[in-house]
């Protein structure tokens, strides 16, 4: 049997089409493995997002041009693959760089993997064209002992692309224009994950909250409709989704998080800055004051919501001042969770031409700043947690026996001690302690019926009190 090695880099949707990749090539007798030096096949799935990022590719291919003249050395072939949105953005460019490189495939082109692998035992390919077709359609339906072995929780991708242009994003470029898939064939997928034993979902899109995707009515169904149909169906215990952008955060998404309780109590709502200034040089359409709004809505629609954001500093033409109103929003708000990054230029991108970069030094400095912030803040979260019983979802062993890891309700890492349970259950956990990246706490039979306790938040509640997540 020949083995496949998949390495993936950046978003959610990365790791769900290095899935589908894998299901791709089962046909062809692939099995997946994680080791490489064993590998028949490497695919290494990248990220554009950041230059680092994109750097990292480079570096792991000479790892692999290193482990492919080893097994060349023993007589055994290997074919290299890159594929995801560096392929997209570089094309040609990565053949010439990289000479151990096989194929080069986009986003929107894996689903002819096959194809294309046929096509390099000739030549070096590379395949970055947007596909006429819905690649979704051309997909393997799902297998269900596979999708059993990759555990409990499932990411769902139910859109694709941006049209919002921010100046900084590379994304509209290497994922195209927004397209969103029909609602039956998403619910289609859905319920063939609920039936191999998935009970969290997580639907994803690099504008997911922009959903617009046509109903069995006829009819564009957004998000907030689709995630009610989502939560009819049996054995779905929990859903969640990622990514949004404030613009698309209407009244029906918001009033889905008052009226499912499936959805659970955790946005990941990326906000970028907090200087309206920025924000326009961004091309980001919504201002600082414009967020707070939106946060109000949320909290008065479910009090407990968790927040978590993305952040840039050191965008193009940032002055203290600017910075200083990010950290402010900051405070204000009160995010549990976040990914914060210096700025970093992406070629072909407005912002990358600006003039005014930021100093690195200065760069530096700003993100040791807001990164402490929200640090105490996801701290503040942990040490508030104790105590309280919240559910947890059980989706794997712990690191030592007896012990057994799942998730709370705000994508808190928890660790259990084994009472009985088994993976897939949800159960209702008592936190006895707070580490720095998990909590642990114990199963509490006499309360088992009782409803999850939560904390009290106001919308207008301080920094630490409002610190409601930990990721």
């Given at each position: 049997?020949?083995?496949?090695?998949?390495?993936?880099?950046?978003?959610?949707?990365?790791?769900?089409?290095?899935?589908?990749?894998?299901?791709?090539?089962?046909?062809?007798?692939?099995?997946?493995?994680?080791?490489?030096?064993?590998?028949?096949?490497?695919?290494?799935?990248?990220?554009?997002?950041?230059?680092?990022?994109?750097?990292?590719?480079?570096s792991e291919l000479g790892r692999v041009?290193?482990?492919?003249?080893?097994?060349?050395?023993?007589?055994?072939?290997?074919?290299?693959?890159?594929?995801?949105?560096?392929?997209?953005?570089?094309?040609?460019?990565?053949?010439?760089?990289?000479?151990?490189?096989?194929?080069?495939?986009?986003?929107?082109?894996?689903?002819?993997?096959?194809?294309?692998?046929?096509?390099?035992?000739?030549?070096?390919?590379?395949?970055?064209?947007?596909?006429?077709?819905?690649?979704?359609?051309?997909?393997?339906?799902?297998?269900?002992?596979?999708?059993?072995?990759?555990?409990?929780?499932?990411?769902?991708?139910?859109?694709?692309?941006?049209?919002?242009?921010?100046?900084?994003c590379v994304v509209p470029y290497t994922r195209g224009a927004e397209v969103s898939r029909p609602v039956a064939k998403v619910l289609?997928?859905?319920?063939?994950?609920?039936?191999?034993?998935?009970?969290?979902?997580?639907?994803?899109?690099?504008?997911?909250?922009?959903?617009?995707?046509?109903?069995?009515?006829?009819?564009?169904?957004?998000?907030?409709?689709?995630?009610?149909?989502?939560?009819?169906?049996?054995?779905?215990?929990?859903?969640?989704?990622?990514?949004?952008?404030?613009?698309?955060?209407?009244?029906?998404l918001i009033a889905a998080h008052r009226d499912l309780p499936s959805l659970m109590p955790y946005l990941h709502l990326p906000v970028q800055a907090g200087s309206d200034r920025i924000l326009a040089a961004m091309n980001r359409k919504h201002t600082g004051d414009a967020y707070r709004r939106i946060i109000e809505r949320v909290r008065a629609a479910r009090p407990d919501i968790a927040l978590s954001s993305d952040f840039i500093v050191g965008f193009p033409g940032e002055s203290d001042a600017d910075f200083e109103e990010t950290m402010r929003l900051v405070a204000d708000v009160g995010f549990a969770s976040a990914f914060s990054f210096k700025y970093s230029p992406r070629p072909g991108t407005p912002a990358a031409d600006e003039t005014a970069q930021v100093p690195e030094p200065v760069k530096a400095e700003?993100?040791?700043?807001?990164?402490?912030?929200?640090?105490?803040?996801?701290?503040?979260?942990?040490?508030?947690?104790?105590?309280?019983?919240?559910?947890?979802?059980?989706?794997?062993?712990?690191?030592?026996?007896?012990?057994?890891?799942?998730?709370?309700?705000?994508?808190?890492?928890?660790?259990?001690e084994n009472a009985g349970l088994s993976v897939g259950d949800v159960v209702p956990v008592t936190i006895v302690r707070a580490g720095s990246n998990s909590l642990f706490g114990g199963t509490n039979a006499s309360r088992a019926g009782a409803p999850p306790t939560q904390p009290d938040v106001s919308a207008n509640a301080s920094a630490g009190e409002a610190a409601l997540a930990v990721q």
């Open positions: 049997m020949k083995k496949v090695y998949v390495k993936s880099y950046g978003c959610q949707m990365n790791v769900y089409d290095a899935e589908r990749m894998s299901d791709v090539l089962a046909p062809e007798g692939y099995a997946q493995t994680d080791r490489p030096e064993e590998a028949d096949l490497v695919i290494l799935n990248t990220c554009h997002i950041r230059e680092k990022a994109a750097e990292k590719v480079y041009r290193q482990t492919k003249q080893e097994r060349a050395q023993a007589g055994r072939e290997t074919k290299v693959v890159v594929a995801g949105c560096v392929a997209q953005a570089e094309g040609a460019e990565i053949l010439k760089r990289a000479q151990v490189v096989d194929a080069v495939v986009g986003p929107q082109s894996y689903q002819r993997l096959r194809e294309i692998l046929r096509a390099a035992e000739r030549r070096r390919v590379v395949d970055t064209e947007f596909p006429v077709a819905d690649k979704f359609d051309e997909l393997p339906a799902l297998d269900a002992r596979r999708v059993r072995g990759r555990g409990v929780t499932a990411f769902l991708t139910v859109q694709e692309g941006c049209d919002k242009f921010c100046s900084f289609a997928e859905a319920r063939t994950l609920a039936e191999a034993g998935v009970r969290e979902i997580t639907v994803i899109g690099q504008n997911v909250n922009a959903y617009h995707g046509e109903g069995p009515d006829g009819r564009t169904w957004g998000l907030a409709r689709l995630l009610r149909a989502l939560a009819e169906i049996a054995g779905v215990a929990r859903l969640r989704y990622t990514t949004s952008h404030p613009r698309d955060m209407d009244e029906e700003r993100l040791a700043r807001l990164q402490a912030l929200l640090e105490e803040q996801r701290q503040a979260f942990n040490r508030d947690t104790v105590g309280r019983t919240v559910e947890v979802l059980i989706e794997k062993s712990g690191r030592h026996p007896g012990q057994l890891a799942g998730k709370s309700p705000y994508l808190q890492a928890v660790v259990v």
